[in-house]
């Protein structure tokens, strides 16, 4: 059996505290064997931000040729996203944000021409992860960003119950997430724990 990961480290700042826990988490499930991992950098991916325009809304299609078109099909596929995006200015990264406002092909495909975003007998099997680090050490700073998580996850049929979500807040300067006393083994219990998730939901 073969487990689809994808994984998007949203950071402008590669290497930083956010894709380190991304990191963290795909050498955990790195180390079963049939695991499929990809990981793209978004400051690498193309993405342009939506225009807005509705286009989709009729053509089943965004009207913007970049790489949206190659990351398209690998978002249906996948049996596991993660998306890894760090908090700022109280607000999810831009480069994760134009990620997921992009994803209103999806939203229009769903509710408005209702089609199906994934084969039926694959509904209800997705799982997502949501990685986040800030600088700040205020216990709200996620709030702003959670609910366009849960957006970008419920349009393609990834459901509340089955979003994971780990945000680690006081991390502000490259590396500062090394020192954190529980992230690294936050991050690969919940790798495992979606994996196994997965291989249950998957095998039946």
Known sequence: MEIKVLAFAGSPRRGGNSETLLDWVLAAMGEAEGVVIEKIPLTEANVNPC???NACETLNRCVQRDGMDVLHDKI???????LAAPIFCMGICAQAKALI???QVFRSRKYVL???VVPPE???KRLGIFLSTAGQNWDHVFDGAVPSVKCFFHVI??????IHYLM????DEKGAILAHPTAKAD????????LAELKKRLGG
């Open 51 to 53: 225009r807005g325009c």
């Open 76 to 82: 249906i596929e996948a049996d596991c996203i993660i």
């Open 101 to 103: 406002d992009r994803f």
């Open 114 to 116: 209702k089609l199906p």
């Open 122 to 124: 694959r509904k209800g």
């Open 157 to 162: 049929d990834v459901r509340d119950a089955d």
């Open 168 to 171: 680690v807040n006081n991390v």
């Open 187 to 194: 991050a690969a219990r919940i790798g495992k724990e979606v």
